[in-house]
C-alpha cells in the first residue's frame, strides 16, 4: 500500500524559494500519479502539481503561473515541489497524494481521486 510522506514545509519568505520532498513507499508499480494539494483553514484542500510516472508529463494549477515546478528522483522514490517566488498567499498545509491508476489529464485536480495522502506539512511563507 501506497504511504506518502511529506518534507521540508516551514517558513519561507516573500520572493524566497522552498522545496518540499514526498517519500512515497510500497512498490514504485503501484504508483501512476503523485501530486501536491494545498489547504488553508475553512478552505477547501486545492489541487497544486501533479506528476504522471508513465510518461513524465505534469499539470500545473493555473493560478501558479510558473512559480513551482514537479519533478521525481525515481532512483529515491521521492517527488519534489520547487516552489518559487514565494508569496503570502501559498501559506498552507501541503499534501502529498498518490495513487495507483490515476493519470492527470489536464483538468483539476480532485482530492477524490487520490487514494493515498501523506499526513501534510505546513508552509508559511512570510517577512
Known amino acids: 500500500q501506497l504511504q506518502p510522506s511529506e518534507v521540508g514545509g516551514g517558513l519561507g519568505r516573500p520572493g524566497g524559494p522552498l522545496r518540499l520532498s514526498c517519500g512515497y513507499l510500497?512498490?514504485?508499480?503501484?504508483?501512476?500519479?503523485i501530486a501536491w494539494f494545498r489547504q488553508v483553514p475553512g478552505m477547501e484542500r486545492e489541487g497544486v502539481s501533479c506528476?504522471?510516472?508513465?510518461?513524465?508529463?505534469?499539470y500545473y494549477a493555473n493560478f501558479l503561473k510558473g512559480r513551482f515546478t514537479i519533478s521525481r528522483d525515481g532512483a529515491k522514490n521521492t517527488v519534489y515541489l520547487q516552489m518559487n517566488s514565494l508569496r503570502p498567499e501559498d501559506t498552507a498545509v501541503y499534501y502529498c497524494?498518490?495513487?495507483?491508476?490515476?493519470?492527470?489529464?489536464?483538468?483539476?485536480?480532485?482530492?477524490?481521486?487520490?487514494?493515498?495522502w501523506g499526513q501534510g506539512t505546513q508552509v508559511t511563507v512570510s517577512s
Open positions: 497524494a498518490a495513487d495507483p491508476e490515476l493519470y492527470c489529464d489536464g483538468n483539476e485536480l480532485n482530492v477524490l481521486d487520490f487514494r493515498s
Open positions: 510500497g512498490s514504485t508499480l503501484e504508483v501512476h500519479a
Open positions: 506528476f504522471n510516472r508513465s510518461d513524465g508529463s505534469t
